[in-house]
């Protein structure tokens, strides 16, 4: 009874199983581990290298963004008939109190 049962314990049909066997299998997961190794290196690798592009880019932005601009002040040229014909809206919006004051600005009134 021990012989049937020998021969479904071991791995390997009636002890064809060596140690090269084992060896090489051992082996192929050393190779598999390499492989994954060197797979996560090149992935680091690449991202440092995608990494390092985009940081100028960054760079070149900020610069654009701090460069200081002189301000340039515009004159208000008013017309005088708009001025008054403004004026004369404004007057009227609030005898009848339709001018909200958020609106009361002489631009606005323009529009």
Not at 26 to 43: A, G, I, P, Y
Not at 79 to 90: I, S
Request: aromatic share 6%; hydrophobic share 30%.
């Amino acid at each position: 009874m021990s012989g049937p049962l020998d021969r479904f314990a071991r791995p390997c049909f009636e002890g064809s199983c060596s140690n090269d066997e084992r060896r090489e299998r051992k082996s192929d997961f050393d190779n598999s581990e390499d492989d994954r190794k060197t797979r996560m290196r090149n992935l680091k690798k690449k991202a440092i290298k995608a990494s390092s592009k985009l940081k100028p880019s960054f760079k070149k932005k900020s610069r654009r963004k701090s460069v200081e601009r002189v301000p340039v002040s515009i004159e208000d040229v008013r017309n005088v008939e708009e001025l008054h014909a403004v004026d004369a809206f404004r007057r009227v919006l609030i005898s009848e109190e339709l001018l909200p004051a958020r609106h009361d600005h002489y631009h606005m009134l323009l529009r």
